[in-house]
């Protein structure tokens, strides 16, 4: 005996993504601004003197990713329900990566799931965290493993956020613009090498492109089960590292610069990319102060990492190596000893 339930049915979750000043934001519902400590004392003023809305509401939390916890999730969902906020209610998430991930994790399972929007304040998230529906947190086990995809309603980009932002920070957010142009866009590395993302009308530019090229990768594939898992180049080495240091040693964007040299290395041994493009990798992440070099105490352990990888399945890793400058290949069929090699040269002698 079977009951069906059909559930097939079109749903538009398009949403547009503004790189310009922030505008005048008004809300007939009760919202609440996520945030942290940092961004509050820089910029939390001038946003609330963009909003308008029924009731407003400050969420502030602790900075840094070993607070993207569970601990940190509830804080939000508590003041939600102290507020009395319901499914109509809004959240804005306000600030980096971190902000970014938590709100959108928070919206989506606060009463089943409620709005948001981001207006993220690095690079690095204007770039990549705020667009394309991931959120979630970390837990002891690795990063961003508990999550949802939840896409928001808007993204507004504004790059007045960016002049207080600390140069680790700007470069940080510079190795996941390098991370889609080695993958997806060679005339868009080319366009880096010779850039200066030092001055504001080329970094706009830059911006510009790299989320225009995320858009098009979130648009063929929203929840990651082909050609959107190509972002990942670097983060398959760059979580492991950020898990052994405890979020503590690297900001996000340093650990996969350093994860895009390491896939460099298994895309060497396996020919695809010359010595050559991968020094030119090199270099243009050095150009921004980002780290290429990582000791790996034990390379056994760093290895067992790699199976908690969300694109890792229970017998194989899934790695995200360069095909040249402008391509990428996402393979399952690494063999161990290629992959060892590797780990090895980066191990402690």
């Known amino acids: 005996m079977q009951v069906h339930i059909s559930l097939k049915k079109v749903v538009d979750d398009s949403y547009f993504i503004t790189i310009d000043t922030l505008p005048k934001l008004h809300f007939d519902t009760k919202v609440a601004v996520v945030t942290n400590q940092t961004v509050s004392k820089l910029h939390l003023d001038y946003l609330l003197g963009k909003i308008s809305a029924k009731e407003l509401h400050v969420i502030e939390l602790k900075d840094g990713e070993e607070f993207k916890n569970q601990e940190s ?142 858009a098009d990768v979130v648009s063929q594939d929203e929840k990651e089960q082909g050609i959107r898992a190509a972002l990942n180049y670097g983060h398959t080495f760059g979580h492991v590292i950020e898990n052994e240091t405890a979020y503590k040693e690297f900001l996000h964007g340093e650990a996969v610069a350093i994860g895009m040299v390491m896939a460099n290395e298994v895309a060497l041994k396996m020919n695809l990319m010359t010595h050559e493009e991968a020094h030119r990798v090199k270099m243009l992440l050095q150009k921004y102060n980002l780290p290429i070099t990582y000791v790996i105490e034990d390379v056994k352990k760093f290895y067992e990492a790699f199976f908690l990888d969300k694109k890792s399945s229970d017998a194989a890793i899934t790695f995200i190596l360069p095909l040249g400058i402008g391509d990428v290949v996402i393979s399952d069929k690494v063999d161990m000893g290629t992959i060892m090699c590797v780990l090895n040269k980066f191990g402690k002698l």
């Open 73 to 214: 999730i509830d804080a939000i969902l508590d003041s939600l329900f102290e507020h009395r906020f319901n499914r109509k209610s809004m959240l804005i998430a306000f600030g980096g990566g971190v902000i970014g991930d938590m709100t959108g994790y928070a919206a989506s399972i606060y009463q089943r799931g409620i709005d948001f929007i981001q207006i993220p304040t690095t690079l690095l998230s204007q770039v990549d965290a705020s667009v394309g529906g991931k959120t979630g947190m970390n837990n002891r086990y690795g990063k961003n493993l508990v999550g949802a995809f939840h896409q928001p309603r808007a993204v507004y980009i504004d790059p007045y956020f960016l002049t207080t932002l600390p140069s680790r920070e700007f470069g940080a957010g510079v190795a996941e613009i390098v991370k889609m142009a080695v993958t997806f866009n060679k005339d868009f590395f080319e366009f880096l090498e010779l850039a200066d993302l030092k001055n504001p009308q080329v970094l706009q530019e830059a911006i510009k492109q790299a989320v225009q090229t995320k």
